[in-house]
DNA sequence: CCTAAAAAGACATTATGTATCCTTTTAGGG
DNA sequence: CCCTAAAAGGATACATAATGTCTTTTTAGG
């Protein structure tokens, strides 16, 4: 359980592939699918997802392509999960306790909530920097 | 992402319902399943996984039903979730890196280790019966 | 205009989750 | 030795989500 999807996957592939290059350096979708190897029509919409909220940039056209919303060091990879997989959540009762009627006489809601934490925790405390580094082919 | 599935908090429900009762007392299924409101047949599934590997234990026929496997403090969280859901992996590499062409050069994988580890801590951590516990109707 | 490239939307396929039903096995009781 | 109770096991059905692909549209440069 708890696995990430592919989506997933491929997305932390292709934006810690985009966070090793030079901040400034515009990037073909079609490069970076092929560098990282993923559909590069599954990517398509991945990145776009990205750039809804900000975390890359796009330009269409000529001379278009992608480049990183901001520098890698102030990208979570937490944000970068978030984005396409959705929010940490292990159960239904951690985002919406309304909606169960049992958590009054839950005693597992709890830690379901620690989980949560610990997760997040963990991945907020990468961010695409580190993920980048050593990893750098340029 | 990272979501229990309907399985897994059935399961659950159901084991922590039998923690909740003496260690002698053999329960009906349609019992348990009524009294934690989950579908019986499905439960039923869960059980015979729980049985399989001594969970919980089982007896046929007239007077027949469940009981707990072992005293409630005995049994942590963590075996519960992985006996219907299967192992804590948050991405594939953790558990077969030998399958990841990637892996050599892959900074996230120690991250997913890392979240793998905290998750497994945290549930690990949990008892049946800190989570019967005043959630005992006898 | 014409071409390059991303954005958007529709569609197809497969896998997984969520069950239900039916038959078989096991056990107790008369 | 039946008869009934109850779990075990297997097959099936349905819904949802995952994993892509394809086509059209928008935007921008030359």
């Known amino acids: 359980m708890m696995e990430l999807t592919r989506k997933g996957e491929y997305a932390i592939r292709g934006i810690v592939y985009l966070a090793g290059k030079p901040l400034d350096k515009v990037c073909l979708l079609s490069d970076i699918a092929a560098a990282v190897d993923v559909p590069p029509t599954f990517l398509a919409k991945i990145f776009q997802q990205f750039s809804k909220i900000g975390l890359v940039r796009s330009f269409r056209g000529t001379g278009g392509g992608f480049l990183l919303g901001r520098a890698p060091e102030l990208i979570t990879l937490l944000e970068v999960v978030e984005a396409v997989e ?51 082919q340029q």
Chains 1, 2 share one sequence.
């Open 86 to 136: 959705g929010p940490i959540i292990p159960n239904r009762c951690v985002c919406a306790p309304q909606d169960c009627d049992r958590s009054a006489f839950c005693n597992v809601h709890p830690v379901w909530k620690r989980v949560q934490g610990q997760v997040r925790d963990v991945l907020t405390g990468v961010t695409l920097r580190e993920l980048a580094d050593g990893n750098n």
